[in-house]
């Protein structure tokens, strides 16, 4: 559980952190963007994914960081209320690490806990809104951004909670230790789940811009024909084409 941190947004802009929920958009745009009165704030860990576990593992491991992250967010933009929308799976352990922290006296947003739907689109931007107001977790159709009118016409910020626990390392150690590792454009690391036709399974973290062909080499794969990246509305990379690729969004543009 971190100390008492001042975190301010402008540091997310010199980071360079970007998404860690899959469509990569700039952190500080987003935190920017939320200027009206009562914001709210959603950690998302929903992870309907199939085969992703990156999430669940984070907060089963390090739910304190996530919460420091929530905690970090909230401050910047003054959050009225906040909510950390999880998958079954991740509940136990984020609800021990809220009881600690309230017996600490850190729970200092009063964080509310609402359990995802296991379903594919529980955690689309919209649906997670929608759930946290009280309906079901479906994606809705919107005219105006999330940050200008979401949880009951609230500005809400909605963050993915490996995204929330990196903006909790940058409270404590800042945007230049962050920038320290991965890929320039892309600053950081990332965790990933492996899965398929490889004798090592299962969640690492890595820098952004690894080697494609490194991480499967060292996760045991061989003899493979393509490998999925980025889930079901991912591609599909034949093994020819991967020499040179790393994970990154400018490597895997083409």
């Given amino acids: 559980v971190r100390s008492s941190v001042t975190f301010h947004a402008a540091s ?47 907060l089963t491991r390090a739910p304190h960081l996530v919460l420091d992250g929530l905690d970090a967010a909230a401050d910047a933009v003054k959050a ?22 309230r017996a600490a006296g850190l729970d200092r947003h009063a964080v509310s806990l ?21 309906g079901p977790a479906l994606p809705r159709d919107r005219t105006v951004i ?17 995204t929330l626990a990196h903006i909790g390392l940058l409270a404590r150690y800042g945007p230049d230790w962050f920038r320290s590792v991965g890929d320039e454009a892309d600053p950081g690391s990332m965790l990933v789940t492996l899965s398929g036709a490889l004798a090592d399974t299962g969640v690492t973290e890595v820098a952004t811009g690894a080697s494609l062909t490194g991480l499967i080499a060292q996760s045991g794969g061989t003899d493979l024909r393509a490998i999925l990246v980025g889930g079901y509305h991912g591609t599909w990379i034949p093994a020819g084409a991967l020499e040179g690729l790393t994970l990154s969004r400018t490597s895997l543009k083409s």
Avoid at 39 to 45: A, K, L, Y
Avoid at 82 to 101: F, G, I, N, Q, T
């Fill in 114 to 134: 609402i359990e995802a739907p296991d379903t594919f689109v529980a955690g689309e931007e919209s649906a997670a809104i929608r759930h946290v107001e009280g």
């Fill in 80 to 101: 009225d209320k906040v909510y950390l929308y999880l998958h079954a799976k991740a509940m136990p352990a984020a609800a021990k690490a809220l009881d600690e922290r």
């Fill in 146 to 162: 999330a940050a200008v009118s979401g949880v009951r016409g609230r500005p809400t910020l909605v963050n993915n909670v490996e």
């Fill in 12 to 58: 997310l802009e010199r980071a360079g952190l970007s998404g860690r929920g899959g469509a990569g958009f700039p952190t500080a745009r987003k935190f920017a963007a939320i200027t009206g009165p009562k914001p709210v704030v959603i950690g998302n860990g929903a992870e309907g994914e199939p085969l992703s576990r990156k999430d669940a593992v984070l």
